[in-house]
């Protein structure tokens, strides 16, 4: 029998962005409220893979939800960003055309963007504008459709703001927790078995997103099946940081399917995407036929000086959705078991989704809500060597001698920073990555790589053949020097 | 009160490998007062204490040696003298010959009178050549593993696939299998060996290591732990052919796939490179900056450390002339790489002094006849890409040239190889 | 039983690839492929006795975490059958600081004859 290792009004399961949204909205109130995470770490699941790309939207008629939450969300997100100390940049979006045919289409999306009350769009057709909004911009390229809301933010950075924010105005966040199974009772809510212990819970919010049909599985709720795409992207070096300043998107392939060359907070500049239905829902594998017989291609028809060779980092995100419109309502098992489940856009429109469910959804079915007096909407990054002004720089090392020892040389990121990411939350590399950039630049972690194991394993208290990269089964180093010596005496090759 | 430290010197040298050690050694050998080393790692010596093989040294020490023995043999010369040897400090900003440091003491604004360049280059990865398929822990570039495994005391995995076979990739299958692990195989995009001959036999067939040359990685399996890497053939246009697919079962997949000089602080302030990723130098070592001057690997990757130490000395002391205001520049020649070369240094020529080329063909030739311009021509019974053409021409004969200098490689297809 | 072998001769560029044979008693039988007599000397070594220099590395008790390791070497070179054993005896050693540049890691390694020396220093 497990100890009760807590008791919540509201559990969310799930640490991706719209879990954090939900329980920092949540945090804004006087209520106990828990968010449990099967990884070793936040932002491990499908936003780990999100472009960050954030815009209001084409609105369209089967997805009444995503309609709602996509244009709300992108405008709430800029003040979320100043607040949580989230890097955010609002670069603005060119949707363009090669040819009449595609203009016209432009022209339509301008009128129903405007109809719908989207601010700052504009059809951009004078060439030479165009030009100079967008030096590097194909010759071939007749108009585009400028939409100035569009912003880049970070997609991790934002789900430890809103975490960090949430537990540090009273919500709890639990790693290593693996829901296994839910047993619901009328009076008082749930009781959860998980990996990391037993809670009690009024209400829940399945935020699982790959995995929400499994966890609302445990409750017998199999009303919907999460499916998905796959996007393959490259990340190219900021070396060609300003090769493009808007997100420069193709229009044949609007919607969630998207040609894109878009600058990133961090200055590298984002490829996307092959956007595909794979077999095994979750694949996050990147194919040759995707990386260089689509994206480069494709987008070198955007940007065509793009330099092929200064690719860093081709990945895959996998954005889970449960039918056109997003999945955001009460459990038809258990209306006090509420499930989310969002799709393409859903980063953008994530926000608002932590809002809706909240403010709507959970009083819909009976939760209290009362505003917290002591709430504080303000976090603090970990400072960035890489970000400071010199004297800034040098009064932190003056604090702490470790900001002045710089371990991953590509993106300038100080041993005081990782083990400040370690302090707050990070177990293993990817954590440290997404926390500090250290590994994310030109040379993908080969100097800072052996540096990282060392500082994790010095930090943690474990050995560094125990590190690893994003949990369970992934260490980097399998054996010390001369281990596989002692094993293989006796026995000869 | 920011606690910034500004201080003047001399001369300071960024990076303490083969070459910064060397020239900052040689620029106070040479006169300048105050010298300074930067270094950011925790130890000196670059990437040469990792290379505990033999090889170095033969050419300026005149005696076989380790990586760290070469090493330590500048480091106690160093020794010797007054150079204000900076570790774990990183050159963060370079404006003009004022380099901006990051030290875990504070932020330190050094106002050089010369810069000697010193940073040597680094690996190639996986998302550089966009090797498709999962991305679990487990794949390493080699020089990552080679510190891994010779500095830091870990090793990676124990069924190892090898991608390049360079040296350091050669180096690493004989290392691998010493340690107790297996490489299960190397695999080589081109269709020959990429490093030297003696590697080739002492690496790979000393120990049986299967090699597939004109074959690539074009899958890696495993979500979290490389479990299986997949090789195929490649069709001329170095892409994988579709149905020649080999799965072996591994644990690491390490990369030896090219180096490239590492000159992001060079850019900085405006040092122009060439499409080899270095520094254009002239023949005294100075880029097209003045005061900047640069030497080894920052420049162009050598076969041999002896001649980054000896590239980066010539650097040390002509910085030292330029900083006494007698620098001797008399004209200024291009040069430029012809048949068959895919770069040659320096890229041009000011002085009247001897010269050392540096080149390196594009494809491998037999009975190859080198050109340099006008001026010396020499045979090689094989040229290779591997294979770095060293040609020295004498004080005489450049002087009073002014035509640009060609530099051409003709010969005859070398089939063999 | 005579023993048969390519062996690739190292002795300059050229890099013959010499076919070479030699009997029981290890008398060279016939050679060929080779442009010069370093090439003939050079195979009938590496088909009778071929020896290596092993460079590796041994455990070293010291208080810096990031270098536990002694780089070393054999300071001549030994028969190339006998590298994985001394691979394993030297696992097995773990120097105390400090060790200088030169000094003798481990003497005579398998009665070769051959001393293993550091191939740099760990003062402390």
């Known amino acids: 029998m497990q100890k009760v290792a807590g008791k919540f009004d509201v559990i ?85 055309a090669f040819n009449e045919e595609e203009l016209r289409a432009l022209q339509k999306a301008l009128v129903s963007l405007k ?47 809103l975490i960090e924010n949430a537990v540090a105005n009273g919500a709890k966040l639990y790693i290593d927790a693996k829901v296994q199974s839910i047993t619901a009772n009328n009076e008082s809510g749930f009781l959860l078995q998980t990996s990391a212990g037993s809670f009690a819970a009024g209400y829940i ?44 998107r193709d229009l044949r392939a609007t919607g969630a399917h998207g040609d894109f060359v878009s600058p990133t907070v961090y200055g590298d500049i984002l490829l996307g995407a092959k956007v595909e239905n794979v077999p095994e829902v979750g694949d996050l594998r990147t194919t040759r036929e995707g990386l260089d017989g689509w994206i480069l291609p494709r987008c070198r028809r955007l940007i065509p000086s793009l330099p092929p060779q200064m690719s860093i980092k081709p990945f895959s995100g996998y954005i889970p959705k449960a039918g056109a419109d997003y999945l955001i309502k009460p459990s038809p098992v258990n209306s006090r078991f509420i499930n989310i489940v969002l799709g393409g856009s859903g980063f953008s429109a994530s926000l608002a989704v932590g809002e809706y469910v909240v403010n709507e959804i959970l009083p819909s079915v009976g939760l209290q809500l009362q505003k917290k007096p002591g709430f504080n909407p303000i976090r603090k990054d970990i400072p960035h060597i890489h970000d400071l002004t010199d004297e800034e720089r040098a009064e932190l090392i003056g604090k702490d001698p470790l900001y002045g020892h710089i371990v991953c040389r590509c993106e300038t990121v100080s041993e005081g920073e990782i083990v400040e990411a370690i302090r707050r939350g990070a177990r293993t590399r990817d954590g440290v990555k997404f926390r500090t950039r250290s590994g994310m630049g030109r040379c993908q972690g080969g100097f800072c790589g052996p540096r990282v194991l060392r500082i994790l394993s010095r930090e943690l208290g474990i050995p560094v053949e125990q590190v690893t990269r994003k949990g369970e089964g992934s260490t980097e180093v399998l054996y010390r020097t001369k281990e596989l010596l002692k094993e293989a005496k006796g026995g000869s090759k | 009160m920011s606690g910034i430290i500004e201080r003047s010197v001399d001369v300071a040298v960024i990076g303490g490998g083969p070459g910064g050690l060397g020239a900052a050694i040689k620029a106070r050998e040479a006169g300048a007062k105050n010298v300074v080393l930067l270094e950011r790692s925790e130890e000196l010596g670059g990437m040469l204490p990792q290379c505990i093989h033999n090889g170095f040294g033969l050419h300026y020490f005149k005696e076989e040696l380790s990586g760290p023995a070469y090493i330590h043999r500048l480091v106690k010369e160093l020794a010797k003298t007054d150079v204000d040897v900076m570790t774990q400090t990183m050159a963060i900003k370079l404006e003009g010959t ?36 999962h991305r679990p822990a487990g794949v390493f570039t080699a020089g990552t593993a080679q510190r891994l495994i010779n500095v830091e005391g870990y090793i990676p995995g124990k069924k190892v696939v090898i991608l390049g076979s360079g040296d350091i990739g050669m ?130 990757v050598h076969d041999l450390a002896d001649y980054v130490t000896e590239s980066s000395e010539m650097a040390a002391v002509n910085a030292v002339k330029y900083i006494n205001g007698y620098l001797p520049v008399e004209r200024k020649v291009n040069v430029k790489g012809g048949k068959n070369i895919r770069y040659v240094v320096p890229n041009t020529i000011v002085s009247n002094q001897p010269v050392s080329f540096f080149m390196r063909v594009t494809w491998p030739l037999k009975n190859a006849t080198v050109r340099i311009g006008g001026l010396v021509s020499k045979k090689y019974a094989f040229v290779r890409p591997s294979e770095q053409i060293r040609i020295d021409v004498p004080a005489e004969m450049m002087k009073g040239f002014r035509e640009d200098i060609i530099v051409n490689c003709d010969g005859e297809e070398d089939v063999a190889r | 039983m005579n023993r048969k072998a390519e062996v690739i001769c190292l002795q300059c560029p050229l890099a013959c690839r010499v076919e070479v044979e030699v009997d029981k008693d290890n008398k060279v039988v016939s050679a060929s492929n080779y442009k010069c007599k370093r090439g003939k000397t050079y195979a009938a070594q590496e088909i009778i006795n071929p020896v290596r220099v092993l460079t590796t590395t041994v455990r070293v008790l010291t208080r810096d975490q990031i270098h536990p390791l002694l780089p070393v070497t054999t300071r001549e070179a030994i028969p190339k059958g006998l590298l994985q054993d001394a691979m394993k005896q030297l696992a097995g050693i773990e120097v105390k600081t400090p060790v200088k540049y030169g000094d003798v890691i481990c003497p005579n390694i398998l009665n070769t004859g051959v001393d293993v020396v550091a191939t740099s220093e760990v003062l402390n």
């Not at chain 1, 769009?121 to 071939?140: A, F, G």
């Not at chain 1, 998905?228 to 060609?240: A, L």
């Not at chain 2, 000089?261 to 002239?282: A, F, I, R, W």
């Open chain 1, 205 to 248: 919010v399945n935020a699982a997103g790959l995995f929400a049909g499994k966890v609302a599985g445990l409750i017998k709720d199999n009303s919907f099946v999460v499916s998905g795409t796959r996007q393959q992207r490259i990340v190219m070096d900021k070396k060609i940081e300003g090769i493009v300043r808007h997100v420069v």
């Open chain 1, 12 to 96: 969310v399961i799930g640490a991706g962005v719209a879990g954090a949204a939900v329980i920092r909205e949540l945090s804004k109130y006087n209520l106990s409220a828990a968010i449990l995470e099967k990884e070793p770490d936040v932002c491990f699941g499908a936003t780990k893979g999100t472009h960050g790309i954030v815009h209001c939207g084409f609105p369209v008629d089967d997805a009444p939800i995503k309609n709602r939450t996509e244009m709300k969300g992108c405008l709430m997100m800029e003040q979320a960003c100043a607040d949580l100390d989230v890097p955010y940049q609002k670069a603005g979006k060119l949707l363009v």
């Open chain 2, 98 to 133: 004022r380099i901006t440091a990051l030290t875990e003491k504070t932020l330190t604004r050094i106002n050089a009178k010369a810069v000697i360049l010193g940073m040597g280059c680094r690996e190639r990865s996986r998302g550089n050549i966009r090797i498709p398929g």
């Open chain 2, 171 to 300: 180096i690493m299958a004989r290392r691998l299998t010493l340690e107790g692990a297996e490489v299960v195989c190397l695999v080589e995009l081109l269709p020959f060996i990429g490093g030297l001959i003696r590697n080739e036999v002492q690496c790979l067939r000393d120990f049986n290591i299967p090699v597939y040359t004109s074959h690539t990685v074009s899958d890696v399996i495993g979500k979290n732990r490389v479990e299986k890497v997949v090789i195929s053939q490649i069709d001329k246009e170095l892409k994988p052919i579709p149905g020649t697919e080999k799965e072996f079962e591994a644990d690491t997949l390490l990369l030896s796939v090219g180096l490239i000089p590492e000159n992001e602080l060079s850019t900085m302030t405006g040092v122009k490179l060439e499409p080899t990723g270095g520094p254009q130098v002239d023949d005294l070592w100075q880029t097209s900056v003045s005061g900047i001057f640069a030497g080894g690997n920052v420049v162009h």
């Open chain 1, 115 to 161: 109809r719908n009350g989207v601010p700052g769009v504009e059809l951009v057709t004078d060439k030479d504008r165009l030009r100079v909004m967008e030096p590097n911009i194909s010759d071939q390229v007749i108009a585009a459709l400028h939409t100035a809301n569009t912003a880049v933010v970070s997609p991790w950075g934002l789900v430890f703001g």
